[in-house]
């Protein structure tokens, strides 16, 4: 074990919990204590689960005699708060008046408790996912500085050691922000790979369950279990989950790595590209075969993730908009999904046939390419109330910049991961951001890894 | 040949061309004689093929040669002038100044002409396929009447012997519509069954092109030729086509057939009600398994069906819209493109969850139905001018009404054919609706053909 077991990757943990010498309950409760001690200014969590040590005793009961259900057996791990849990109340993040939410899991939950996950609580989410500041949560590593979102409970718990794992959603970034600006890995996989039962919706062809990790070991855990084809969720796919525990550990020799210019480089803070350009500099030391590209129609992907991301959450939320429960959301929140009615059908599919042109784009780019290569932010994270984020010489939209690199790969559904790839002067966490193939998940967790290994900038931790 | 050649199913017509005891050139003679003489007050055709008789001619001489290349070689088959045509122009029915399509052979145009058949000339559609009126164009059965619409000069000319088979397309009835009031066959197969590639797009998601034809075996054998994946469009479907000719022949004993009472038997005219309930009974006398169904989420189909077909269609009038191009449009068509502009994107995506509701309705009742029978239209050919028609004790929009039976097989995408079964008082036909399961058009061309067997009212033939 490289440091306290709270901020141990769960691959190293988990032998010693099935071996006995870590025991689920000590674990329990050493994490319950961090949250006692920290989230009271963090405020990470909005719910903590009373049932936590009971889990952890069952777990440890379990391993004792001999059932070990896999490496999350007995390990703490949050669930966003904007997906169903049957032990546990969710709110979405919203306090308006009228809206309720069953007791019930989400197929996340569901998946993660049979394989022996302690569900530890509930973190915090933006309003219905519908921004990326998360409040009132705190990023751990300046605690002036927002946790990003909408999974921003879940990014500052897990930076804080007060969670091994957490789950997200991810409809323009809600996943990779958070734990791009909290120094974590972050995986939106593939459209289709997750099922979103018994996730609130927030748009239904954008939406993306995924985890936030210590490490991508964990990340290819996390995916290992909440994987799978749902029925009930109508965007699931029927496609065979592959062990993604393998694909970690392979090199990046001879891996065909693009690097698209426009779009990803064009107004980042000047510590981000600094980080990045060093890790495409390693993978091109390492042997893979690093080639620049370039996507044009990007330039038009924001009117587009706005039209449709504005119309589906105005679809969902337009029975709450009728009766007058909108009147309860928080401003921002608020605002959008008024803003939704604006956008015309006709905006909608003009959209969607852009989504398509971007598809198409990127399916030719992956004809001579494995994976792409790019930052996940173009800035750390910034200030907490700040609307206007400065980018070197630019100023841009808090909300417009932080979702501005990591929409691409919901638009097209294709699976992305973010890890730490370096600090800014004031010690922020920087994201390199790895994106592959349809169901490509094993190249992109490999090419992940073997960049995380030799730079094990997950072993930094923030100072709380 | 039970009647003059020009009024023959091709199905009777081609083993005499074949043999040579019918020249391609000779019939096709007669055709543009019977246009000369007729079409001046018709209206049907927009263009007349200048290389007609060329066409016959080299289908004639190949025949000679042995190069038979199936039923439709020298066959005299009319393309819907929304397709476009290599050797003749396309309008889509618009006279706005600036907009203009390429000469180039839509799918259809190409593998009807790859059949052999002889491209005989262009007919009139509701301006952009928006309506189901076709304006100048008459009814051949009477000639104060519509021809229904927007495929209303396909089913004029077919009905008035100007042509041996017609193309059509439908976006929520307009191949139905027109051979329902002009008393011939229409196909509307299973969406993604034949390519839309080169004709003019109304609403993505709802058109389908389809054969109108003189009896159910002409409509297998032009399915047979017009069916077939197509890369090109995006909504085709790479599912195998089987031998349509072969399945036009079986009984319906034992045919489990489904009657939805509500919806489809509410606001019919009396004669319509009374030809459709003989047509049922025939079927339960014949022996097959006639129940009653209810869907009631038909109620809400129009809502749905508007608010696609007005989004789908004003987003690819856009450009036109913009440039002041809409201009030129005919008021009705105008006023629905524009009034496309008051649909928000909420309302489109509330509308396409409707329609996957509904398509598990009928994937249900389809689990102990092998075919849905019913009206095709609630009334008979309307009066031209009329906006108001009368069904019974009834007043209804004409627009509404002559689509409000059609268009639940274009929001599902179900396979669904009409035939005639019957006439009113005044002499003007009634159609027979047969709607089938995905991509089971053999099922409903063989109900429909028995059917039409013992009835023969498509020998019957209007007198012009």
Redesign the interface.
């Known amino acids: 074990m490289s440091q306290e077991p709270e901020f141990s990757p769960i691959a190293e943990l988990a032998p010693l919990l099935r071996a006995g010498s870590l025991s689920p309950v000590t674990l329990c409760e050493r994490i319950l204590d961090r949250i006692h001690r920290h989230d009271g200014l963090l405020e990470s969590y909005i719910h903590v689960s009373e049932s936590a040590l009971d889990q952890a005793r069952r777990a440890e009961a379990e391993i004792r005699s001999g059932a070990w259900r896999g490496p999350l057996h007995g390990v703490p791990i949050a669930i966003k708060d904007n997906s169903f849990t049957a032990d546990m109340p969710t709110t979405a993040g919203t306090s308006a008046p009228g809206i309720e939410f069953p007791l019930v899991d989400s197929a996340v939950a569901e998946r993660l408790r049979a394989a022996g996950a302690v569900l530890i609580g509930k973190t915090r989410t933006h309003e219905f996912a519908w921004g990326t500041i998360t409040p009132p949560t705190r990023n751990p590593w300046r605690q002036d500085r927002i946790p990003g979102g909408s999974s921003g409970g879940s990014g500052a718990a897990l930076a804080a050691g007060l969670c091994l794992a957490a789950t997200g959603s991810d409809t323009g970034g809600s996943v990779r922000i958070p734990a791009s600006f909290c120094g974590v890995v972050g995986l939106k996989p593939t459209f289709g790979r997750i099922s979103r039962r018994g996730i609130v919706p927030h748009s ?1 062809s954008l939406d993306h369950p995924g985890p936030l990790t210590r490490s991508v070991a964990d990340a290819a855990i996390l995916l290992g279990v909440m994987a799978g084809y749902d029925p009930a969720d ?1 965007g699931s796919r029927d496609i065979p989950v592959p062990d993604y525990a393998e694909a970690v550990g392979g090199g990046v020799s001879g891996l065909r790595v693009a690097v698209i210019r426009n779009h990803f480089f064009e107004r980042n803070q000047p510590a981000v590209d600094q980080a990045v350009e060093a890790a495409i500099g390693w993978f091109a030391d390492e042997g893979a075969r690093v080639h620049e590209a370039r996507i044009p129609s990007l330039e038009y992907g924001l009117g587009a993730i706005f ?2 991301e ?3 959450s ?2 969902y939320h ?1 029975a709450s908009l009728r009766a007058g429960r909108s009147a309860g959301f928080a401003p921002d929140v608020r605002r959008l999904v008024q803003f ?11 959209a969607e ?1 852009f989504r ?1 042109v971007l598809m198409n784009d990127y399916a030719r780019l992956f004809e001579t390419a494995d994976v792409v290569l790019g930052p996940t932010e173009p800035i750390t994270a910034p200030p907490i109330g700040a609307d206007i984020v400065a980018l070197g010489p630019h100023r841009e939209s808090a909300l417009a910049a932080t979702w501005r690199l990591t929409y691409p790969y919901n638009l097209t559904g294709l699976p992305a991961i973010t890890l730490p790839c370096g600090f800014d002067d004031e010690g922020l966490p920087i994201g390199l951001q790895i994106a592959g193939r349809p169901f490509d998940e094993p190249t992109v967790l490999r090419a992940a890894a073997a960049y995380e290994k030799a730079h094990a900038w997950h072993e930094q931790r923030p100072r709380i």
């Open positions: 239904w109508p039209a449709i504005l119309s589906s105005t679809a337009d939704g009615r604006f956008v015309t059908g006709a905006d909608y599919l003009k046939q398509h």
